[in-house]
């Protein structure tokens, strides 16, 4: 087996765990682009759930013996990827970590889920990208918008682009206890504004090695289908 299929293994184990207590849980972050195109390197899978119950999942992990705790990860900016616990599969490189749902503008109760066609739970295409926006994710929403190369159309008719980004979501993250408070995007900016940016400068990211004779996007070639249609060692 291949370490991409072994991850994913073992990923597909740690949903089953969280399903069966009854944690509502979905793939996020890096993983969560790779799965809607995006050709983002993976060391590390997070695993988001509800934030009343972090540490239920936590407490799950830290007391099964096929998991070890790791050490955090190191801080990033405009993130809190230092701060959630680091779970590793003992006998493999697989490792995860556990992230509230409101780090990432979700609710994991409420949101639509799709899997992949190898069982794995991702945010929907809508709620992906809304999350993006909410957010204002300027690298996540380039690299989403590049994977599935979808139009302006489809977020006027999918998404709320109405009034500004959140704000208050982002001043509460910049505020949390060990953030770095700069680069967090506390100007506001209106969500339609920020679609369009993206959505409209697909060609403009492409380059040489990627030329518009064979590429609609950086990750997506002409006619090709849309990834999260396909079986993939990645999702």
Same mark, same amino acid.
């Given at each position: ?40 390197? $993976? @060391?590390?899978? *997070?695993? =988001?759930?509800?934030? %009343?119950?972090?540490? +239920?999942? !936590? ?76 957010? $204002? @994710?300027?690298? *996540?929403? =380039?690299?989403?918008? %590049?994977?599935?190369? +979808?139009? !302006? ?83």
């Amino acid at each position: 087996m291949s370490r991409s299929l072994e991850d994913i293994s073992k990923t597909l184990a740690v949903i089953q765990i969280l399903t069966e207590h009854d944690i509502p849980c979905c793939c996020v972050g890096i993983s969560a682009l790779k799965f809607y195109g995006a050709r983002r390197m $993976r @060391s590390t899978w *997070e695993i =988001c759930v509800p934030a %009343d119950l972090v540490p +239920l999942a !936590e407490h799950l992990f830290r007391s099964d013996g096929a998991f070890a705790s790791l050490e955090p990860k190191k801080p990033a900016p405009v993130s809190r990827i230092h701060a959630y616990s680091r779970f590793g599969t003992c006998g493999s490189n697989h490792e995860f970590v556990i992230v509230p749902d409101c780090d990432v503008h979700l609710d994991c109760r409420a949101v639509e889920i799709t899997h992949s066609l190898r069982g794995l739970p991702y945010p929907s295409l809508k709620d992906f990208a809304q999350s993006c926006i909410d957010r $204002r @994710s300027h690298v *996540e929403l =380039c690299d989403f918008v %590049d994977g599935t190369n +979808l139009s !302006e159309e489809w977020g006027e008719e999918n998404l709320d682009l109405n009034g500004m980004h959140d704000v208050r979501w982002v001043r509460n993250m910049q505020a949390k206890k060990d953030v770095c408070p700069r680069w967090w995007p506390t100007r506001p900016k209106q969500k339609r504004e920020i679609w369009q940016s993206y959505v409209r400068t697909k060609e403009q990211r492409l380059d040489c090695s990627r030329p518009p004779s064979r590429y609609v996007t950086q990750y997506r070639h002409i006619g090709s289908k849309d990834p999260w249609t396909m079986l993939s060692d990645a999702s």
